[in-house]
């Protein structure tokens, strides 16, 4: 979901469609088909009052929309496919596309591409999900499979990345940039049974602050509310949401 305008939600959703509510009444009374496969991705500029939004579906597709016309004004296709989120920032699109991050100019031109070392050891290379922290010109991502957060620089994404180690995490599945701090949230060992955790690292000294355990179930997104507060929500086996105050 993304705010596209003060009246205007959009939400990208699997049946290939996005649909527009309109805050003031409540409803949804429009609905753009353009794309071919499930909505991945929403992206608008931060900041700023956008005039367009950029969107990306599972066949790798990338639209950019005109906000006042909801006409399409560009897009071009990922050969590779399997978009899986969106960013945007400096004029530029980052795309994950599970086994890399792409990096694209907002024409669609390709600029560089971010993949991780493969060993004959290690084969499960999909990135969960990303997070760009542009005040200390970082990339932060994590991959299936592994309980650690990788940190690249920006100035250099060739330079093999820093990791975060994460203590008794089995699985993480979302990231989120609040202030200056990174919360991961997914689950791990809690006096001794699998829980849902949140784990809140310092984005500058890169180390964890605290563990945050309040759900049954994985968590499995996170959002922020104003960078006071945090929302957790956790996965079908409990079901709940609970609000974090940001220190």
Known sequence: MVMAEQSQVWIGCEDSVIYIINTHSMSCNKQLTDHRSA????????????SEVFSCSLDGTVLAWNVSTLQVTSRFQLPSGGLTSISLDSGHLWCCTGDSIVVLTLQGTFCRELRMDETPSDTRTSFVGFQLFPEQEQLWAAR?????????????????????PLQDCSQIHCLLLVKRQIWVGGRGLSQGKLKGK????????????????AHADTVRTLCSAED????????GEEGKIAIWQVE
């Open 39 to 50: 909505v991945t991705g929403l992206a608008v500029q931060d900041g700023k009052k956008p």
């Open 144 to 164: 299936v499979g592994h309980s650690e957060v990788y940190v690249w620089s920006l100035k250099d994404l060739a330079r093999p990345p820093q990791t975060v």
């Open 198 to 213: 949140i784990y809140v690292i310092d984005g500058q000294r890169k180390t964890v602050e605290k563990e945050l355990v």
């Open 228 to 235: 006071r507060y945090v929302l957790s929500g956790s996965g």
